[in-house]
C-alpha cells in the first residue's frame, strides 16, 4: 500500500516555543492531506483538511493561528504548533489521500510532549 | 456534517471466535467506508474498504458489508487471533473522514 512518513515521531518541547510536524506522501501525489489529534483512548479528532496550494479548512474551535498548516507541495504537509502548552501534548496524526473518493493513507503519527 | 457512531466500544472474544462491529453514519453523500486498526502509539492502518456502490467486500478473514439505504456498515473478523486485538475504527467520508468512536477488541487466547 501507499506509504505516508511522519516526522518527528516524537518530541518534546518546551512551554512557549513552536514545533513543526512533517507529513509526506512518500509514493503518490496528496492533492488532500488532513491532521487528526488524538487522546488516549479517544478516537480520532479532525483538526483541519489542507488542499495542496490552498489555505487548510480548519473545524470548528481549532485556532488557525495556533495550528499552522502548510500544504506547498503534493507530497509535503507540515503542522506547527506554535507557542506550545501542557494541553496541547498530544498524539497528532496526518493522512493523505489523492482525492475525493480516493483512499486515505495515515501517517504513524507523532507524539507531542511540552513541560 | 457527518457524524459516525460506532458499536460496541469494547468487544471481548475467544479465539477462533468471529466478532463484528457496527457503525451508522448520517451523511448520505459518504461514498467511501474505510475500516481502521490501530495498536498502541501508532497510526492507524487501513484493514479493508468499501465504496458505495458495493455491498460487500472480503479479504480473507476480513469483511465489510454496507447497506446504504439503512445507512449502515459492519466489519466481520472470522476465526479471530490474539494479533487481531487492537482498536478498530470506521470511517465514512466524502470531502473529509469522519471517525467513529472506535472498538477496543480483545482476543483471549
Not at chain 1, 504537509?77 to 495515515?106: M, R, W
Not at chain 2, 486498526?37 to 458489508?65: C, F, H, M, W, Y
Amino acid at each position: 500500500g501507499a506509504v505516508v512518513s511522519q516526522h518527528p515521531s516524537r518530541v518534546i518541547c518546551k512551554s512557549g516555543t513552536s514545533v513543526k510536524i512533517e507529513c509526506r506522501s512518500l509514493d503518490f501525489q496528496a492533492t488532500t492531506m488532513f491532521w487528526y489529534r488524538q487522546f488516549p483512548k479517544q478516537s480520532l479528532m479532525l483538526m483541519a483538511t489542507s488542499n495542496e496550494g490552498s489555505k487548510a479548512t480548519y473545524e470548528q474551535g481549532v485556532e488557525k493561528d495556533k495550528f499552522l498548516i502548510n500544504h506547498a507541495s503534493l507530497t509535503l504537509s507540515t503542522l506547527t504548533v506554535t507557542s506550545a502548552h501542557p494541553e496541547d501534548s498530544s498524539f497528532y496524526i496526518c493522512s493523505a489521500t489523492q482525492g475525493s473518493g480516493n483512499t486515505i493513507y495515515f501517517g504513524e503519527g507523532s507524539w507531542l510532549t511540552v513541560v | 456534517g457527518e457524524n459516525v457512531e460506532q458499536h460496541p466500544s469494547t468487544l471481548s472474544v475467544q479465539e477462533g471466535d468471529s466478532a463484528v462491529i457496527k457503525c451508522t453514519y448520517s451523511d448520505s453523500a459518504s461514498n467511501y467506508f474505510p475500516w481502521y486498526k490501530q495498536e498502541l502509539g501508532k497510526g492507524p492502518q487501513l484493514i479493508i474498504d468499501i465504496r458505495s456502490n458495493v455491498g460487500e467486500k472480503k479479504d480473507q478473514r476480513i469483511a465489510v458489508t454496507l447497506n446504504k439505504t439503512a445507512k449502515h456498515f459492519s466489519l466481520h473478523i472470522t476465526e479471530t487471533q490474539p494479533e487481531d486485538s487492537a482498536v478498530y475504527f470506521c470511517a465514512a467520508t466524502f470531502n473529509d473522514m469522519r471517525f467513529g468512536a472506535g472498538t477496543r477488541l480483545t482476543v483471549k487466547p
